[in-house]
């Protein structure tokens, strides 16, 4: 059974970091690629960043671009964000995905974790 | 960057209506478009791929149709289990995702 893993989330002041993480079992991890998807509270989906299963191909979106840091741990099937320069429009509950095409990047994510709330307030 | 547009935000229906969600691309995605149910409190789940195809285990009624920039995602007799919150999601420029605003579906 496919199982990720979010965690890390918290509250944290504007401008301040923090680093997420996501443990994968249920499927070989190193090879798919993976995401953070996140959702602000009581809004839509926002599709964050993804990372090739050899972290040899990454892409952010436009809002945190320059500011977070995408990476994955094979060895320990784990997947993380790394926030820096967090701003209030960061607070959202942000989900693991795994994508479901083999190695590169596909079309859609069949798997996703429960999430973890990041909290960006003074 | 293509924008999605769905319709209506908001849905109230009774058990066993047809139900019909649509998704409107900015530009033409041709059939990459893929639909979402999310339940309060759950993370989203995989209904359709590549617009019109079931996803393993998903039951019947929910189908998808469409190519181009419309779209359109149907539950053929709504059920009590479906209150949720759909979205469509398509892909372009690899890797680049967008989701629909979402649809929040409740019983009437």
């Known amino acids: ?122 | 960057d293509i924008q999605m547009t769905q319709s209506p935000s908001s849905l109230s229906a009774s058990v066993g209506d047809r139900v019909t969600i649509t998704c409107q691309a900015s530009q033409d995605i041709s059939n990459y478009l893929n639909w979402y149910q999310q339940k309060p409190g759950k993370a989203p789940k995989l209904l359709i791929y590549d617009a019109s195809n079931l996803e393993t285990g998903v039951p019947s009624r929910f189908s998808g149709s469409g190519s181009g920039t419309d779209f359109t995602f149907t539950i053929s007799s709504l059920q009590p289990e479906d209150i949720a919150t759909y979205y469509c999601q398509q892909y372009d420029n690899l890797p680049r995702y967008t989701f629909g605003q979402g649809t929040k579906l409740e019983i009437k």
Request: with cysteine; aromatic share 14%.
């Open chain 1, 1 to 122: 059974e496919v199982q990720l893993v979010e965690s890390g989330g918290g509250l944290v002041q504007p401008g301040r970091s923090l680093r997420l993480s996501c443990a994968a079992s249920g499927f070989t991890f190193d090879d798919y690629a993976m995401h953070w998807v996140r959702q602000a509270p009581g809004k839509g989906l926002e599709w964050v960043s993804g990372i090739s299963w050899n972290s040899g191909s990454i892409g952010y979106a436009d809002s945190v671009k320059g500011r977070f840091t995408i990476s994955r741990d094979n060895a320990k099937n784990s997947l993380y964000l790394q926030m820096n320069s967090l701003r209030a429009e960061d607070t959202a509950l942000y989900y693991c995905a795994k994508d479901r095409r083999l190695l590169w990047f596909g079309e859609l994510f069949d798997y996703w974790g429960q999430g973890t709330l990041v909290t960006v307030s003074s």
